[in-house]
């Protein structure tokens, strides 16, 4: 798997471009059933993009790699040139986060490294601050995290709102008045728990 964006033309559908988000996978190992590993993969999006049009940009956010190696693409904000689909940057906020349904299971396709699994699961807000505007991410490490789109996505600051987890954190959205950002948090530590989720204003 090899998370992707693809542009299509609003009259008929063409596609105009699109941008793998990690190279083409190749031959990587064999698991402990024989089996051939294939890597990298993973970076998956799976959240709305954000148009930014005052600078001609997509910004999306990305999951864990599913294999190894690594990329640095992964659980990372990406921007992209809305006309071309070039990436024109990338900010990871963790590296050789490597996971996939197996490591649950105890399955021989885990990748060595297992986890934390702390995908971006909700889209990039653009919010308006002191006559600029930042680019806030909420990530299921618990973390959001706050970027400037003029400086190659630079960390302007970053704020714990939940512990975080396979299914905690920050995943199914965030919003904004301008003036603070809501985050909708869940403090869940496995798929078995019951416990309710919070929410945090930051």
Known sequence: FRGSITALRARDGAVLWKTFLVPEPQPNGKTSRGTQRFGPSGAGVWSTPTVDAARGRLYVTTGDNYSSPGTGSSDAVVALDLRSGRVAWMKQTLASDLYNAACGTGGPNCPGEKGPDHDYGAPALLVPRGGKTI??????????????????????????????????????????????VYAAVSDVKDRKSTRLNSSHRT
């Open 135 to 180: 680019l806030v991410a909420g990530q299921k490490s618990g973390i959001v995290y706050a970027f400037d789109p003029d400086r190659d996505g630079e960390i302007l600051w970053s704020r714990r709102v939940g512990t975080g987890g396979l299914v905690g954190g920050v995943q199914w959205g965030m919003a904004s008045d301008g003036r603070a």
